[in-house]
Each structure stands twice: as structure tokens, then as C-alpha cells.
């Protein structure tokens, strides 16, 4: 005969046929925390490489911005030197210009010049009568000479250059070889 009683609903940690019921993805599941993790650590490789990529553009910007200030100074200083160069063309087209008077005006130019370039770090390399120094000269010949000691520069060419420290061009120097040897009969 059939029983009267009412069967016990199963519990949520049963299934219908008794069996203990697993949980979906528990939180402490190793495989999906090792994938978060590898989902954050790449955002934030992501994330990082977009801030490097800005830095970069930002420090290119930066520098060109500095190099054109940079500029900016120097020609701020060289506008006086261009225009005492104006007044003394202006002086040698009139009637009766002094050539004497001319060539003080050209030299205090000069001067000017090499001053404002000096304040912006230039400095001038004219080594007439040292020692010669493959570094800062250039030796376009050897000469013998009785008066200056082998080795030593002679005649400066072309005057070097070097802006703070570092050199932009060598002196062009003809080098003394000593004195003349007597030709061996």
C-alpha cells in the first residue's frame, strides 16, 4: 500500500538523487584567481605602456620647446651686432666715408659679436705658438721654422671653436717641424 507520509523536500546541499551538489566557481577557485590576476596584470601593462608612450611625446615636446627658447636668447643678444652691422654699410655708401673709420666700426662689431657669443658659452680656440694638440687643432702642414719649437703651432688658418667644453670645430694650424736639416750631400 502506499505511504501516507509527505517525502522531505531535498536540501540545497542535495540534489534529488542525494548526491552532495558542487559549488559552481567558488572565489577560492585557483584557475579564476590566476586569471584575474592575469586580467589585471595586463591592464596595468596596458596602462603603463600608454603612460610611457606620453612621457615620451611629452619629453620630445618639452625639449624642442627648451631648444627654441634656447635659441630665442642667443638671437636676442645678436640683434644689436646685426643692427651695428646696418648703420656701418649705411656709413661706407655715403660720400666720403673713412676707410680708417670704417675698419674701427667693422672691429668693434667683431667684438661685440665674440662677446655675445662668448656670454652663450662659445669660447675661441687660437693656439699660435703652443704646443699642438690633436684634440683642439688640425694640421693642415708641417713647416720647418728656426724660431718656434717642433710641435708647435705656427700659423693659426682658421681659429677652432668650442661651446662649453665641448669642441664644435678644431683650429686649422700649419705645425713647426723645427728647424730646416741641412740636405745630406
Not at 665641448?166 to 705645425?175: C, E, G, N, T
Amino acid at each position: 500500500m502506499a505511504s501516507t507520509e509527505n517525502p522531505v523536500p531535498p536540501t540545497p546541499s542535495e540534489t534529488p538523487d542525494g548526491a552532495a551538489a558542487q559549488p559552481a566557481a567558488a572565489p577560492t577557485d585557483p584557475l579564476a584567481a590566476a586569471k584575474k590576476e592575469a586580467a589585471d596584470n595586463y591592464d596595468r601593462y596596458v596602462r603603463a605602456v600608454a603612460d610611457m608612450e606620453n612621457l615620451r611625446r611629452r619629453t620630445v615636446r618639452e625639449k624642442d620647446e627648451l631648444r627654441s627658447f634656447a635659441i630665442g636668447r642667443v638671437l636676442e643678444d645678436l640683434l644689436p651686432v646685426l643692427d651695428n652691422l646696418a648703420l656701418g654699410l649705411n656709413a661706407s655708401r655715403q660720400p666720403g666715408a673713412d676707410l680708417k673709420t670704417l675698419t674701427g666700426g667693422v672691429d668693434m662689431v667683431l667684438t661685440q659679436l665674440k662677446s655675445a657669443l662668448a656670454g652663450h658659452g662659445l669660447k675661441e680656440i687660437n693656439p699660435a705658438g703652443q704646443a699642438f694638440d690633436p684634440h683642439q687643432h688640425e694640421a693642415i702642414s708641417h713647416q720647418p721654422d728656426p724660431k718656434v719649437p717642433e710641435e708647435h703651432v705656427l700659423v693659426v688658418v682658421r681659429t677652432g671653436f668650442s661651446l662649453n667644453g665641448r669642441l664644435l670645430r678644431p683650429a686649422s694650424v700649419v705645425v713647426s717641424s723645427g728647424p730646416a736639416q741641412p740636405a745630406a750631400s
